[in-house]
């Protein structure tokens, strides 16, 4: 009997906690904080002392047995989960390691409204079910908590098993992310060509197949929420402006409420812009991979170097490049399509398709690629998307 093979997928979508659940996952989340920092703070401190790198186990038996025993104070370090705490310390652990490595730079401190800290549960022995039903979910510690999209998350009810998560919290609102044990779809019968997407900031993609996707953030709704995100940020900064002025305590405090208010108004709209992009990501995503090509082809952006140009590194962060080639080869993956990645300094809008010679006097201002020995005249990024289709020197992304 052939043994069906499971993969690991993630589901992420908004939770409605109560008030009393709210106050858990908020001290949850700070705990965390304090641990991740304590952890960083504690290693930068011995190994300036003994020259020596603590890892995250023999932090945490010193944390339990000897830091919280003679200092009862912090004993409200032990009123959350203790899957969590450990969680974050090997968060921290796997940061260093980042940078021993030299795949990172050196761990930075967590801030308060300002760092992305989750809380972490998982299933305590195999015997343990995390249950999830199709409007709610039950989580350790805080119990069954709705959910704002109804029937997104697989069921226990369907035999479906979550091993972990964690819960967020972002601009107010919560969050549920779990990982689920799912059994692997069959290989789907692929169509026999290739696509080649190429990237910028004029259009977001436009493809060999002669679909153009325009850029998002040239619509009018991106357009309007950025000018009332520029409205609300600028009267935060006056309300700031007038903390500093103010020297009666009691208006100093009222301000600090408001401050408070404001500052959720403006995350709130950062909030809702990236959720608009990231949703335009993934529909965008959806729709080539289900035309099921053989393969489809990138070109290996250099990001980074793209994002030090002053006059194009908002448009290019507001594209989301990166997001958007991570998700693409999950999804690949999954409809098991071979997603090429084509060298960075491939030519490929200054290559004729036709004829194969390089305009190498090209400008970024020049929208129509007419080749001056053929006289083929084409869409430049269009001829650039049929030029990656059918370049044969390239990498497989991993």
């Not at 972490?120 to 022995?125: A, G, L, P």
Request: hydrophobic content about 30%; overall charge positive.
């Amino acid at each position: 009997m052939e043994r069906m093979t499971k993969l690991l997928k993630s589901f992420k979508t908004e939770i409605n906690p109560t008030e009393e659940q709210k106050n858990k996952i908020n001290k949850t989340i700070g705990t965390c904080r304090f641990i991740y920092n304590f952890y960083l703070a504690h290693n930068k401190e011995i190994y300036e002392q003994e020259n020596r790198f603590v890892s995250g186990y023999e932090f945490s038996i010193w944390l339990n047995n000897d830091y919280l025993p003679d200092n009862p104070e912090f004993s409200w370090i032990k009123e959350v989960s203790s899957k969590a705490v450990k969680k974050s310390i090997m968060n921290a652990q796997k940061a260093f390691k980042n940078f021993f490595d030299k795949k990172a730079d050196f761990p930075k401190w967590k801030k308060k409204n300002n760092s992305d800290v989750k809380m972490y549960f998982v299933r305590t022995d195999s015997k343990t079910m995390i249950f999830c039903e199709r409007h709610r979910i039950k989580i350790p510690t805080l119990g069954w908590i709705r959910l704002k999209e109804k029937g997104y998350i697989p069921t226990s009810k369907d035999g479906y098993i979550i091993k972990s998560g964690t819960v967020s919290c972002k601009a107010g609102r919560y969050y549920v992310s779990v990982l689920i044990e799912i059994p692997e779809n069959k290989k789907s019968v692929l169509n026999d060509f290739g696509i080649g997407i190429d990237l910028g900031v004029k259009d977001f993609a436009v493809c060999s197949d002669s679909k153009v996707y325009k850029n998002i953030n040239k619509s009018f709704r991106i357009r309007k929420l950025e000018k009332k995100l520029k409205r609300e940020q600028r009267r935060l900064s006056r309300k700031y402006e007038s903390l500093k002025k103010s020297k009666n305590n009691s208006k100093g405090e009222a301000t600090r409420q408001n401050i408070r208010k404001q500052t959720l108004k403006v995350q709130r709209l950062h909030q809702k812009l990236d959720c608009i992009r990231t949703d335009y990501i993934n529909k965008v995503i959806s729709e080539l991979v289900k035309t099921k090509p053989m393969w489809i082809t990138l070109e290996n952006l250099n990001i980074r170097g793209m994002m030090k140009n002053r006059h194009l590194s908002k448009a290019i962060a507001q594209q989301k490049f990166f997001e958007f080639r991570t998700k693409f080869t999950v999804k690949c993956k999954e409809y098991d399509i071979a997603l090429r990645l084509v060298d960075r300094f491939y030519p490929s809008s200054k290559l004729c398709h036709q004829c194969g010679c390089i305009k190498s006097d090209l400008k970024l201002s020049d929208r129509i690629y007419i080749c001056s020995e053929c006289g083929y005249t084409a869409d430049r990024d269009f001829n650039a998307s049929l030029n990656l289709r059918d370049c044969r020197v390239y990498q497989i992304a991993r």
